[in-house]
């Protein structure tokens, strides 16, 4: 019972809670963060430049679609009114009025009262609250009076009561007190407007005419319409929510649409032509519940000036937003409409939007996957199984958990569902309670299609792709895995898309489709040329379909073999595209598609958009670059693509920088480039409209050489580089001298090494040379001691033996003939004298050598004949030794001397001692 009771409770709860939720045109906000200016917006109003203006209190904010500029005014006054008039922005102030005008990227002031004595000096309390244009001049407006201003003279109207605004109505200015009703200006007089006194006593804060009706809009008392000269309240049940509201601006815009802002309550947008309303407040999507100012672009977009931001309302807009703030509704996986409303499924359960009421389905809590309208019948498939609803009826139809996706079979009636567990089949779209599940398939299949009898393709959720063959019993004959034999590894995510009638497989980013003579997959040239890097496709019907490209959405419109493609800007759905559940719903001529937290509703046109008018401000460090100037090198280029369109027809822009193949999406109207190369660039922007890409606007520019490529640097570097050859050239100069230097000194020191190499060596040669001479001479001379001797011994002898016979013979014959027998006995027999020669011979063997060398003519006599001369023997001494006499000697020793060619000057002796 006590579950009951939650459960009701519950119910009732989110009813409660989700009876605001609508479908709301898209609202985009800006907050202090985007603007970084002050909290009220007390006007806003699109230039001729078709960039938005804003009176910002301290600050003039100017908008173009790309980036936000604030200017101050010079006394630095509160901005409390502006207005456009051809190429200036007319602005009022406190005791200050004047006009911006642009040039060179930035708004200049002229003030037009200053210097003037336009304002009292007693009333020091004059703002100029408005600003309009009347028969020629331009009115600046306080409470107090106006200034007209023609060109050149200023003209105040002062005014005899307290005044809300001035309106221009139908070529009258007419002015609207706080107490005594409506006023109107006739030339210089202002006189009352009669059968106006319900207005007395009232905060007028707009006066509109519209199809013949004059509106007047009170700040607390609501609406008056004066039709037919009878001023009444205005009949509808809006008017009583707007008197607790109070009403701060209002105005009629096109399409027979009346826009009313608040001070408590947001704004309403009232369609006439139907009576409905729509209110966009804090509780939805507006920022804030206070509405100062609305402002219009040339799309007839609204822009509202909050107490506290900027919000920008897409009111003519194709595409329409079901958001819900509250987080009650989830994740929407899947959305569908029906004649009472919508049926959405979300993370939360099935939703459906009936009466401008959400609220939760009974019993389906829990992760619902998808919506698919059979007829008139929808099926749904959830965590828990799959229901059907038909005319207000919710059921369950199977307890097969998980329906992930359902397709429609090509060959006949049948729906396929992919569920966690394989596949079902219903045959009989009339009756949805005959279905089949594929036996002997067991996995979790989220994409399918079937184009032949008994044959299913099928995704796996986490990868690879099936052949599925089944007989009529509904009997898996062979789950064939084709990725895995046609040797795709990587088969993580596959999709199945249907196109005319053919099967195509997105797997990796690259699209296939089955070949059945090969039994392989083949790569699809057709849309692997036209649909590269997508990451979704949702087939819509045989010419339409969807696709996320490079995280961008298209609307693809399939005329013939060509593609119209679409884009639906990122802002409808940045960050709110579920992955791989993406959805799309066909309602007549509505697509609806799925969010994160509700759906958007897109009326697309196949046609191919028109050509853009864009505008190209370039900035380098803060500064404008004129077109074919120069920019400081390693520095940012800023290329702000300006459109002046802020709604649903802005335009698709791409970029080309020098001429590269590839288009570059241009996001937020904004180029950035950085690390450009040197030399002349081109950036030429593009506009694609569905079919081509066609040239919308270009920029030249050249980029400066780097610092150190300039004129003085590069004659720097010549002075760095001439002054470094010098030095070298110094240095090598020096070290070439210091080279020769120490070269001259090392051969001078190699000189006195060999000097002294030479002096020793000759020192020793010498001393070798007089040793070998001493040992000559020695030798000479022990031979000559050697024969003197012996000679010296033998006369001893013989003296002694003759002496002998002297003293024992007295006998003169016989002492004769003994004497004669001593000497013959003591004379050097010839063995003694062979041995001397022998020993002579050795002695000067080196003499004997060298003398028969140089002289090889000479005899063995004459040989011996200079061994006894180099011994310094004399003629007398030698003739004994030679056996010859002194007579004969002498005749030797010339006979020599011719042989060795000697003059009569040269001593024999001398000579062959330097042999």
């Known amino acids: 019972?006590?579950?009951?009771?939650?459960?009701?409770?519950?119910?009732?709860?989110?009813?409660?809670?989700?009876?605001?939720?609508?479908?709301?045109?898209?609202?985009?906000?800006?907050s202090k963060s985007d603007y970084q200016g002050d909290n009220q917006i007390w006007n806003a109003v699109q230039g001729k430049d078709n960039v938005m203006y804003f009176a910002n209190n301290n600050y003039l904010l100017r908008y173009d679609g790309v980036k936000w500029e604030k200017y101050k005014l010079p006394n630095k006054t509160i901005i409390r009114s502006i207005m456009v008039e051809g190429d200036k922005i007319y602005s009022g102030s406190y005791q200050e009025f004047g006009y911006w005008y642009r040039k060179d990227a930035k708004m200049h002031y002229v003030s037009i009262s200053k210097g003037r004595k336009v304002f009292d000096e007693k009333n020091n309390n004059d703002e100029i609250w408005k600003i309009f244009k009347f028969n020629n001049k331009i009115y600046f407006q306080s409470f107090n009076g106006l200034f007209a201003y023609d060109g050149k003279v200023i003209k105040e109207i002062k005014f005899p009561f307290l005044v809300s605004y001035c309106f221009v109505v139908d070529n009258e200015l007419l002015i609207a007190s706080v107490e005594k009703g409506i006023y109107r200006l006739n030339n210089v007089e202002i006189e009352k407007v009669e059968g106006l006194s319900l207005l007395e006593n009232n905060v007028i804060h707009a006066i509109q005419k519209h199809q013949g009706k004059t509106y007047f809009f009170t700040k607390k008392h609501g609406v008056y319409v004066l039709d037919n000269n009878i001023l009444s309240p205005w009949k509808n049940e809006l008017n009583e929510i707007l008197k607790s509201a109070n009403i701060n601006v209002a105005q009629f815009i096109k399409n027979n649409k009346l826009i009313i802002g608040t001070a408590n309550n947001g704004v309403y947008i009232l369609d006439l032509t139907d009576g409905t309303h729509k209110n966009i407040n804090r509780n939805n999507v507006l920022m804030n519940n206070s509405i100062l100012s609305i402002g219009q672009d040339k799309e007839n977009d609204l822009w509202l000036g909050l107490d506290n931001g900027i919000a920008h309302i897409e009111v003519n807009s194709p595409i329409s937003i079901f958001y819900d703030s509250s987080g009650i509704l989830g994740s929407v996986y899947s959305v569908a409409s029906t004649p009472q409303g919508y049926l959405m499924a979300s993370n939360h359960g099935v939703f459906k939007y009936e009466r401008k009421k959400l609220s939760l389905i009974p019993s389906t809590q829990g992760q619902a996957w998808v919506i698919s309208k059979i007829d008139n019948q929808y099926l749904i498939g959830h965590n828990e199984g799959t229901y059907i609803y038909k005319n207000g009826v919710f059921s369950k139809l199977s307890t097969i958990n998980g329906g992930w996706n359902l397709a429609k079979s090509a060959i006949n009636n049948s729906y396929l569902q992919a569920t966690y567990s394989g596949v079902v089949i219903y045959n009989d779209a009339n009756n949805l309670q005959e279905k089949q599940a594929i036996k002997g398939l067991l996995r979790p299949i989220k994409y399918l299609a079937q184009n032949r009898k008994n044959e299913i393709w099928a995704a796996d959720i986490n990868r690879g792709l099936y052949r599925i063959l089944y007989n009529d019993a509904y009997e898996t004959i062979k789950p064939d895995n084709v990725t895995q034999r046609s040797k795709i590894s990587n088969d993580f995510g596959v999709k199945i898309f249907e196109f005319r009638n053919e099967i195509l497989f997105l797997i990796n980013n690259s699209w296939y489709t089955f070949n059945s003579l090969t039994n392989q997959l083949e790569a699809n040239q057709l849309f692997n040329d036209n649909f590269k890097n997508v990451s979704n496709i949702v087939s819509i019907d045989e010419n339409h379909f969807m696709v996320l490209q490079d995280g961008l959405l298209y609307h693809i419109y399939a005329k013939g073999s060509k593609f119209i493609r679409n884009s639906i800007q990122e802002k409808y759905y940045k960050g709110k595209i579920i992955n791989d559940n993406l959805k799309i719903f066909k309602d007549k001529n509505n697509y609806l598609l799925n969010l994160d937290d509700g759906f958007i509703s897109l009326d697309l046109k196949d046609n191919t958009n028109e050509k853009a008018n864009v505008k190209i401000e370039a900035f380098n460090d803060g500064v404008l670059v004129e077109n074919n100037s120069k920019i400081k090198h390693n520095s940012e280029l800023r290329i702000d693509v300006i459109s002046g369109v802020y709604g649903a027809s802005k335009p698709d822009l791409?970029?080309?920088?020098?001429?590269?193949?590839?288009?570059?999406?241009?996001?937020?109207?904004?180029?950035?480039?950085?690390?450009?190369?040197?030399?002349?660039?081109?950036?030429?922007?593009?506009?694609?409209?569905?079919?081509?890409?066609?040239?919308?606007?270009?920029?030249?520019?050249?980029?400066?050489?780097?610092?150190?490529?300039?004129?003085?640097?590069?004659?720097?570097?010549?002075?760095?580089?001439?002054?470094?050859?010098?030095?070298?050239?110094?240095?090598?100069?020096?070290?070439?001298?210091?080279?020769?230097?120490?070269?001259?000194?090392?051969?001078k020191h190699q000189r006195e090494i060999l000097e002294m190499e030479l002096k020793a060596e000759n020192e020793l040669n010498r001393q070798e040379y007089e040793k070998h001479i001493l040992e000559l001479e020695l030798q000479s001379k022990s031979s000559e001691v050697a024969g003197k001797s012996l000679s010296i011994a033998k006369q001893s002898e013989m003296i002694e033996n003759i002496q002998n016979i002297l003293d024992s013979e007295s006998d003169f014959n016989k002492l004769k003939s003994e004497i004669k027998k001593a000497i013959k006995i003591n004379a050097v027999n010839k063995h003694e004298w062979e041995v001397f020669e022998t020993n002579l011979n050795q002695i000067n063997n080196e003499f004997i050598i060298a003398l028969s060398k140089q002289y090889p003519n000479l005899t063995s006599k004459d040989i011996k004949l200079c061994v006894y001369l180099k011994m310094n023997l004399s003629s007398k001494e030698i003739a004994p030794m030679m056996n010859i006499s002194f007579r004969g000697v002498e005749l030797h020793r010339y006979r020599l001397r011719k042989k060795l060619g000697l003059s009569q000057e040269e001593i024999l002796s001398k000579f062959l001692l330097s042999i």
């Open 654 to 747: 791409f970029y080309r920088l020098n001429g590269t193949k590839e288009y570059v999406p241009i996001k937020e109207g904004l180029v950035l480039l950085n690390n450009l190369t040197s030399g002349s660039h081109e950036v030429t922007i593009y506009n694609n409209d569905g079919l081509r890409y066609n040239k919308a606007a270009d920029f030249q520019f050249s980029v400066a050489n780097a610092w150190y490529y300039s004129f003085w640097m590069i004659c720097v570097y010549l002075i760095v580089v001439g002054l470094i050859l010098y030095l070298y050239y110094k240095w090598n100069k020096m070290k070439y001298i210091q080279k020769l230097k120490l070269q001259k000194e090392e051969l």
């Open 1 to 30: 019972m006590k579950t009951k009771l939650f459960c009701i409770f519950f119910f009732c709860f989110l009813s409660i809670q989700l009876t605001a939720q609508e479908l709301l045109p898209f609202v985009e906000n800006y």
